[in-house]
């Protein structure tokens, strides 16, 4: 990135330039982004995106950094950070027993959940110890096994590359697991969820019920980028990487948690390499034992990082 690109970055937005991706990921690896910009208002971010437009350089959404890997030789371009008006979340209007409550994008679900309770609305407790924002749990459509997300979303509302603003209803959207039809390059600003006015001694002991679970079946106190593989049909993936024998195998300061398998753990010095090189072990074993071939639930981007020649030959 130029002196002049990184100059008129900063006339658009907060900016902050080579930033290690190591720091906003909940996995804790990665190498620098060029630019981490963070817009608090949509005019900012209709900005952002016009400049990339114009100049030609690439972006990505980053959220909670959850459920992301970024590779170790970091991300050309800019990484955009939604904050400021994208962290406000109200009930919008109500229509009998349902509560219909706008969130922007870079809302704590954590957060929303735990006011919806003390709202005394129900509908997403069901969703109870899932990290990260609003914005992020919509794309990949996070869930439990009581439910996702995508079963609460009345409409989408969002920003496309080009600038325009345009809301999607539930049915346009398609929600599949882990998945919703949206166009990659689009900004999520807010979502609009129906919540309803309950059973509130039943949702909050659905809501302690799963973070009790979470903190006793998984490895929520390390650091993990949450599930690395989807389920498959009629299994679970920590089910068939605990039947290949992998439970706590590790590469490098990689380690697949021996509490549940399907968490991939950096013990403290990881490289994005040695949990590359970890989930492709565990894929290939898996397709022996068992005949599937597991998908990444893990979002992987940024570049390779270039190794030298007598690095290479301490690898093998």
């Known amino acids: 990135m130029t002196r002049l690109h990184q100059e008129k970055l900063k006339t658009l937005a907060r900016t902050v330039f080579d930033e290690p991706m190591s720091r906003h990921t909940t996995l804790g690896v990665g190498g620098p982004v060029d630019a981490l910009v963070d817009v608090t208002t949509r005019d900012e971010l209709k900005s952002v995106l016009a400049w990339c437009q114009d100049e030609n350089v690439p972006f990505f959404f980053l959220g909670g950094g959850s459920n992301l890997l970024v590779r170790d030789g970091g991300i050309r371009g800019i990484a955009i950070r939604l904050a400021g008006e994208f962290e406000t979340f109200c009930v919008d209007h109500e229509s009998g027993d349902d509560i219909f409550v706008t969130a922007g994008a870079a809302v704590s679900l954590t957060k929303l959940i735990r006011w919806s309770l003390d709202q005394g609305l129900t509908g997403i407790e069901t969703l109870a110890g899932i990290p990260g924002c609003i914005g992020g749990n919509i794309r990949m459509n996070a869930g439990t096994h009581l439910g996702a997300i995508g079963d609460r979303v009345e409409d989408v509302t969002i920003m496309n590359a080009q600038g325009r603003e345009m809301t999607i209803p539930h049915r346009g959207l398609d929600f599949q697991y882990r998945r919703v039809r949206l166009p990659q390059a689009a900004a999520i600003l807010r979502a609009v969820l129906k919540l309803q006015r309950g059973d509130m001694e039943k949702a909050r ?84 034992e068992s005949g599937v071939l597991l998908e990444h639930e893990v979002v992987m981007v940024g570049e390779e990082k270039k190794r030298s020649g007598k690095e290479k030959r301490s690898r093998c």
Do not use: M, Y
């Open 205 to 288: 002991a659905t809501f302690k019920e799963l973070l009790d679970r979470r903190r006793t079946t998984q490895p929520v106190a390390t650091q993990n980028c949450g599930c690395a593989f989807k389920n498959p049909d009629k299994t679970s993936a920590g089910k068939l990487i605990d039947d290949a024998g992998l439970k706590g195998v590790r590469v490098g300061g990689a380690r697949v948690s021996p509490l549940h398998a399907n968490f991939i753990l950096n013990e403290g010095n990881a490289t994005a390499h040695d949990v590359i090189v970890l989930l492709n072990l565990v894929r290939e074993r898996v397709k022996e």
